[in-house]
C-alpha cells in the first residue's frame, strides 16, 4: 500500500506514481497535497529537487477530474512558468501523471510558432502551462480567456521576480476571475515574494521544507577575503585546485571577464566568456593555439 493513499489521491493517480517508482511521498507533497485538495490558497517553499512540481501536479489533476469540461478557449488550470525549459518540464510531468485521466494539457511558450497554439487552444484547456510573454501574447490575440480559471499556480515565483516578469504577471492576473485558488511554489520566500504573496493569494496556507533565504544544500560557500589585485591569482589556485574540473566565474564589471579570460588562457587552460552587449549576447571561444575568438548570439 503507497504512503501516497494517505494524502487524499485516488487510484488512478496513485497507480500513475507507483509506475515511476515513488513509494513515499516528498516533505513538500506531504504538506502540500492535503491543503490543495482541501482548496486553500497555498504558498509553500522548497528547494529545487524536492517535487515542488508534484505537490501540485497531483492535487491538480484530483480535482479537475471531477470537474466539466471547459468550453472553447476557456482554461481551467494556468500554470505560469519563468522559463521555457520549466515550463517543458511542468508540462511532462502533467502528461505523465494524468495517464488515463480525461483531461487535455497544453504547453504555450516563445521562441516556436504561435498558429498551432492558437489552433489547440481553441478547443479549450484543462490545464495550460505558459511562459508569461507568450500568454500575453495570446490574450492580445483572443486566443484563449481566462475569466474561467478555476486554479492559477505560480511556479519558481522567486525566478519570476528575479527576472522582471512581475508587470507581467500582474497584468495575467486581472484577467483572472476574482474567486479562484491560486499556489504559489518558490525555492525560498523573500520579502518581495512575501509582498507578491499578499497580493495574489487570499489568506494563504504557508507550507516550508527549507529555512528562509538558504542555499541548496548542494552547494558549498567559501569566502576568501583578497586584495584586488591578487585576485586573479586565486581564481587560477581555486580552479588548479579541482583538479580539471569546469568552474563558472561572476565578476563584477564588464571588463573583468577579459582579463579573467586572458589569465586563464596564458595558463593553458579553455576558457570561454559570455558577456551581454545591450540586447546581444557576446560569446568569446579560444581556439587550439590559444587565440580567443568573438561569437555573437
Given amino acids: 500500500m503507497s504512503a501516497f493513499n494517505d494524502l487524499g489521491l485516488n487510484a488512478r493517480l496513485i497507480r500513475n506514481i507507483e509506475k515511476q517508482g515513488y513509494e513515499e511521498p516528498t516533505a513538500i507533497q506531504q504538506s502540500a497535497i492535503p491543503l490543495v485538495l482541501s482548496g486553500d490558497d497555498v504558498m509553500a517553499s522548497a528547494q529545487t529537487g524536492t517535487g515542488k512540481t508534484a505537490a501540485f501536479t497531483l492535487p491538480i489533476l484530483q480535482l479537475l477530474n471531477n470537474s466539466a469540461r471547459p468550453g472553447p478557449k476557456d482554461v481551467h488550470c494556468l500554470v505560469i512558468t519563468p522559463t521555457r525549459e520549466l515550463a517543458a518540464q511542468v508540462a511532462e510531468s502533467i502528461r505523465t501523471y494524468s495517464n488515463g485521466l480525461k483531461l487535455n494539457s497544453e504547453v504555450v511558450c516563445g521562441g516556436v510558432n504561435i498558429r498551432p497554439q492558437i489552433r489547440n487552444l481553441s478547443r479549450g484547456t484543462d490545464i495550460l502551462v505558459a511562459t508569461p510573454g507568450r500568454l500575453i501574447d495570446l490574450l492580445g490575440q483572443n486566443a484563449l480567456r481566462l475569466d474561467h480559471v478555476k486554479l492559477w499556480v505560480l511556479d519558481e515565483a522567486d525566478r519570476m521576480l528575479d527576472m522582471g516578469f512581475i508587470p507581467a504577471v500582474r497584468q495575467i492576473q486581472s484577467a483572472l476571475p476574482k474567486v479562484r485558488q491560486t499556489l504559489m511554489f518558490s525555492a525560498t520566500f523573500s520579502r518581495p515574494i512575501e509582498a507578491l504573496a499578499g497580493e495574489f493569494l487570499h489568506q494563504p496556507k504557508r507550507v516550508s521544507v527549507t529555512p528562509a533565504n538558504t542555499t541548496v ?26 583538479n ?38 557576446r560569446v568569446r571561444v579560444p581556439c587550439s593555439n590559444s587565440r580567443v575568438v568573438s561569437y555573437r548570439c
Fill in 244 to 281: 580539471g574540473a569546469r568552474c563558472w566565474c561572476f565578476p563584477e564589471r564588464s571588463m573583468a571577464p577579459t582579463s579573467c579570460l586572458g589569465s586563464w588562457v596564458k595558463r593553458g587552460s579553455r576558457a570561454i566568456r559570455f558577456m551581454e552587449t545591450r540586447s546581444r549576447v
Fill in 217 to 242: 544544500s548542494r552547494i558549498t560557500q567559501k569566502i576568501y577575503p583578497v586584495d584586488r589585485n591578487r585576485k586573479g591569482e586565486l581564481l587560477n589556485i581555486c580552479c588548479a585546485l579541482k
